[in-house]
C-alpha cells in the first residue's frame, strides 16, 4: 500500500502562486511515477502534471508554462509549483501514485482563485 498525503491548497488571488506537497510512504520503491490531477465542480477529473521515476514530465496543456512538478526523492515529496493562477484553475487538487496495475490517490486539496 501507499499513502500519499497533501498540502499547500487554499485561497489565492488571481496573477498569484501557490505550491503543493504530496509525501509518499509505505510501499514506495515500485512507484512508476507521481502526478497531479485535479476535479473542478461539475468536471471530470483530469491530469495536471505527472513526473516519472527516470524525470520525464508532462503537462495539461492548459497548465504548461504556468505550473511546475518536481519531486525530492530523499523526502518521498512530490510538488507542484502554480504561478499566474487563473479562476479556471478552480478545483480540489488530488496526488495520484502509479505501479503497473495499481493507482493510489490523496485526500486531496482544495485551490480556489478568485478573480
Known amino acids: 500500500q501507499v499513502q500519499l498525503v497533501e498540502s499547500g491548497g487554499g485561497l489565492v488571488q488571481a496573477g498569484g502562486s501557490l505550491r503543493l506537497s504530496c509525501v509518499a510512504s509505505?510501499?514506495?520503491?515500485?512507484?512508476?511515477?507521481m502526478g497531479w490531477y485535479r476535479q473542478a465542480p461539475g468536471k471530470q477529473r483530469e491530469l495536471v502534471a505527472a513526473?516519472?521515476?527516470?524525470?520525464?514530465?508532462n503537462y495539461a496543456d492548459s497548465v504548461k508554462g504556468r505550473f511546475t512538478i518536481s519531486r525530492d526523492s530523499a523526502k518521498n515529496t512530490v510538488y507542484l509549483q502554480m504561478n499566474s493562477l487563473k479562476p479556471e484553475d478552480t478545483a480540489v487538487y488530488y496526488c495520484?501514485?502509479?505501479?503497473?496495475?495499481?493507482?493510489?490517490w490523496g485526500q486531496g486539496t482544495q485551490v480556489t482563485v478568485s478573480s
Open positions: 495520484n501514485a502509479w505501479k503497473i496495475t495499481t493507482d493510489y
Open positions: 513526473i516519472r521515476t527516470g524525470g520525464s514530465t
Open positions: 509505505g510501499i514506495i520503491f515500485s512507484i512508476n511515477g
